[in-house]
């Protein structure tokens, strides 16, 4: 069993960065590409995005490409989402997940974390 363990939402100003952490439980972590989610209230969960398990490739939605970058550390068992130049359309509750369920790695993951929420608002 995987247990996945976001830290790092918080309030920040619009123009500004956070950075999110996804600290994985379990050996099969490196093994497994690591996506980034986010949903707002009455939204759907919208796909941010993704890396190989090796982390050489890289996925993002057009909305936060050039401005937010994933990477991981497998040595630590930990993602992370470098979010810069934040909007207040970033506002959202931000998911870890591991192991897609299928190849597309803009859907299905088999293991989520709990979320961490991201306010962007002066």
């Known amino acids: 069993q995987v247990q996945l363990v976001e830290s790092g939402g918080g309030l920040v100003q619009p123009g500004g960065s956070l950075r999110l952490s996804c600290v994985a439980s379990g050996r099969t972590y490196r093994s497994y590409p690591m996506g980034w989610f986010r949903q707002a209230p009455g939204k759907e969960r919208q796909f941010v995005a993704a890396i190989t398990g090796g982390g050489g490739s890289t996925y993002y939605a057009d909305s936060v490409k050039g401005r937010f970058t994933i990477s991981r550390d497998n040595a630590k068992n930990t993602g992370y989402l470098q979010m810069n130049s934040l909007k207040p359309e970033d506002t959202a509750a931000y998911y870890c997940?591991?192991?897609?369920?299928?190849?597309?790695?803009?859907?299905?993951?088999?293991?989520w974390g709990q979320g961490t929420q991201v306010t962007v608002s002066s």
């Open positions: 997940a591991l192991r897609p369920s299928t190849s597309d790695y803009a859907g299905g993951y088999d293991y």
